[in-house]
């Protein structure tokens, strides 16, 4: 580990790689360099201080330069312990960024890194999953005050932000940023839907085509993992909880299944649930010779992975991010140990789809602090316009132009007076 006054990363002499793949990630990202420009002319952060839990990656890294561009001053630590890009890491902390985080940290270093970022004092905090206001609610209640805001990245953050929320327990305004359209309708459709079989391609190099694929979980996720699956020729069987959900998947042309069902035939499990325990060993214990499971929901708790380890007879390390439990005589591969494979075994999303989810989180930013005198703590949504906003950048970052209402159409879509 390599130690500097605001910084812990793994290894420093890799900020050279670093640096590339932030210029990588850079030359991708238009609509949030376009926030970015202006943000360095307006400075609408001065002064404000921003502690983050976010998934290390080159991408993040995009974000971290548009905050410290519009004057603000940043911490950062990860959201998983397995998602740290090490040469990004390094590459920040060569920027003077305060960074700590690693790929593969114990969870005591997880929470000390958490902890380093609550003591920066941040005026706004930024989570992926919601540890880090989980943290300062539970133990660093007196620093609420100073608080501006928050915004979190994902469903899973959101559904935990609902229930502080609902248990009266929320005691600051956090931004879902998750439910920007140009958010889950993107990052976790597109990006969940190519990173996550690029982990499980990058952990197994397995054939998908002709292979029984099952997704758990018809969310924004779930739906996009199950259309890529497809497009390399799997057989994709989906199994859920929702009846709406259910009937969306049978109806886009999927076998739709309770797990215990699918268990036995599936070749590749993919759970995007957010859920806890919708892989379990009962259903492991039926699944074929040589079956591969992955999960892409936040947390490590989809795959019930340590009852998995009690129920084998011996397990190893057979690869990068691949591990073989022999359960029953039967040999079951776990990818990137159960934690989000697309960050675990490959690079998280690709750059295209972080820059509108990070558009979002840079202008959610922005909001908190223009409306710091008129927002109420509890979950609020990101306005629709600022939504709209991103998407019309995204556009014109990928050169697409598109038509504009005429008068003669604006004034029949908001009239009622016109028939047939
Ligand atoms: N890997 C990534 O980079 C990435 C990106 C975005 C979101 N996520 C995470 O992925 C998870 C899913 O996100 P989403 O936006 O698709 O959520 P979502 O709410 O849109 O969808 C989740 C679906 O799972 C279903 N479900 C819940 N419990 C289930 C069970 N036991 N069996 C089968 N289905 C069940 C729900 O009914 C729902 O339809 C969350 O944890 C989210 O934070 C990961």
């Avoid at 049978?250 to 325990?277: C, N, Q, S, W």
């Avoid at 697309?342 to 202008?363: I, K, R």
């Amino acid at each position: 580990m390599d130690k500097g006054d605001n910084y812990e990363v793994k290894d420093i002499s890799l900020a050279e790689q670093g640096m590339m793949n932030l210029e990588m990630a850079e030359a991708r990202m238009g609509a949030l360099l376009k926030v970015r420009e202006r943000f360095e002319k307006e400075k609408p952060l001065d002064g404000i201080r921003v502690g983050m839990a976010l998934h290390v990656t080159k991408e993040t890294g995009i974000l971290v330069r548009t905050l410290i561009a519009g004057g603000a001053d940043v911490a950062i630590t990860g959201c998983n312990p397995l998602s740290t890009q090490d040469d990004v890491a390094a590459a920040l902390a060569k920027e003077g960024v305060k960074v700590w985080a690693y790929k593969g940290e114990t969870n005591e270093d997880y929470y000390r890194y958490l902890n380093n970022v609550i003591e920066f004092k941040p005026h706004i905090t930024i989570d992926d999953g919601c540890d880090l206001v989980s943290e300062i609610h539970k133990k660093h209640a007196d620093m609420i005050p100073e608080i501006i805001g928050g915004c979190e990245e994902t469903t899973t953050g959101i559904i935990r932000l609902n229930a502080m929320e609902k248990d009266g327990a929320l005691k600051y305004p956090v931004i879902a940023v998750n439910d920007n359209k140009t958010k889950h309708l993107l990052d976790n459709y597109y990006g969940t839907g190519q990173s996550s079989l690029d982990g499980i391609l990058r952990a197994t190099n397995i054939l998908f085509a002709g292979k029984n694929t099952v997704v758990c979980g018809y969310g924004s996720c779930g739906k996009g993992v199950a259309t890529r699956a497809t497009g390399l020729g799997a057989n994709v069987i989906v199994s859920e909880v929702d009846n709406f959900r259910a009937l969306q998947a049978a109806l886009d042309g999927y076998r739709v299944m309770p797990m215990e069902e699918a268990a036995a035939i599936g070749d590749i499990f993919i759970t995007v649930t957010g859920d806890k325990h919708v892989i379990r060993t009962e259903h492991i214990r039926k699944m074929k010779d040589t079956a591969v499971i992955a999960n892409s929901g936040h947390f490590d708790c989809e795959i019930d992975v340590a009852g998995m380890k009690k129920a084998s007879s011996s397990s190893r390390r057979v690869r990068q991010s691949l591990d073989e439990y022999v359960i029953d005589g039967k040999r079951i591969y776990l990818c990137g140990e159960g934690r989000l494979v697309n960050l675990a075994a490959a690079e998280g999303h690709p750059s295209e789809v972080m820059a509108t989810s990070f558009c979002g989180q840079a202008l959610a930013v922005e909001y908190l602090v223009k409306n710091k005198d008129s927002v109420k703590p509890g979950v609020i949504k990101l306005p629709d316009e600022i939504d709209d906003t991103i998407a019309g950048l995204q556009l014109d970052a990928m050169g697409i132009k598109k038509d504009e209402l005429t008068e003669e159409q604006k004034r029949y879509l908001s009239s009622w007076e016109e028939g047939t």
